[in-house]
C-alpha cells in the first residue's frame, strides 16, 4: 500500500494560498498599467507572490482561525500585499509567453 493511500492528504490545505489569489483579483481590478490576463501569467503571479510568502497550513477548520489571526497581524498582510504586487510587476515584464 503507498503512502497516501494510508493517510489523507486531501484535508492539508495552504491557506496563504486563498489569500494570495484574493488579493490578486483585487490588486488586479485596479492595476493601472496594461497586462496580459491569460491564466498562464495569472497563475504565474500567484505562484511568485506564494513563494515570497509564509505559508498557513492547516489540517482542520480550527486552523482557518489561525489564518484569521495571522491576517489580522499588520506584518503578514503587509508582506503579502507587497509580495503580490512585486509579482504582478514580475510577470507583466518577464511574462512565460511571446
Known amino acids: 500500500m503507498a503512502f497516501t493511500d494510508e493517510y489523507d492528504f486531501d484535508i492539508l490545505k495552504n491557506e496563504a494560498e486563498k489569500l494570495v489569489i484574493e488579493d490578486l483579483e483585487k490588486q488586479l481590478a485596479v492595476y493601472a498599467n496594461p497586462i496580459c490576463r491569460c491564466n498562464e501569467c495569472v497563475v504565474d503571479m500567484a505562484a511568485v507572490a506564494l513563494n515570497a510568502v509564509k505559508p498557513l497550513y492547516r489540517v482542520s477548520l480550527l486552523g482557518t482561525q489561525y489564518t484569521a489571526q495571522a491576517m489580522n497581524e499588520t506584518d503578514y498582510a503587509r508582506t503579502l500585499k507587497t509580495a503580490v504586487a512585486q509579482a504582478i510587476e514580475k510577470v ?5 509567453h511571446d
Open 92 to 96: 507583466r515584464k518577464n511574462p512565460s
